[in-house]
């Protein structure tokens, strides 16, 4: 499984479908796709969300992937990636990390510096995103 961060959705809203690095990959992977229930309310607190249209671009998108809890063992993680990381990091990439390791998933995201350092967090490296 590939869990995607945030940005891999609202880079596929705001592209052209032959730029959307979610399209490429779902054209050469065969992985099945999660996407954090954090990563949900990320994207709905982005303006586009109160158009209409751009709203049912959003929710088709959604139902392709596979839409992961929030659960006690996620936020107690997301905790401990908080307090142990070193450095300040946002609620949402310590969710978003959490749920990609418990669920024995890399990350696939297009701000790997804001995931940096955190243990046993792997990332989707593909050389054509």
Do not use: W
């Amino acid at each position: 499984m590939v869990v995607l961060d945030t940005s891999i959705i609202i880079d596929h809203l705001r592209q052209p479908p032959e730029k959307s690095k979610l399209i490429k990959m779902f054209k050469i992977s065969s992985e099945d796709c999660g996407l954090s229930l954090v990563s949900v309310q990320e994207l709905y607190e982005g303006e586009s969300t109160k158009k209409d249209e751009e709203e049912r671009y959003l929710l088709s998108t959604l139902t392709q992937i596979e839409i992961l809890p929030y659960t006690y063992d996620v936020a107690k993680l997301a905790g401990q990636i908080a307090r142990d990381l070193g450095r300040p990091i946002d609620l949402a990439d310590a969710a978003i990390a959490a749920t990609a390791i418990l669920n024995g998933a890399q990350l696939f995201t297009l701000n790997k510096k804001d995931f940096q350092g955190i243990k046993n967090l792997e990332f989707l490296v593909k050389e054509v995103f």
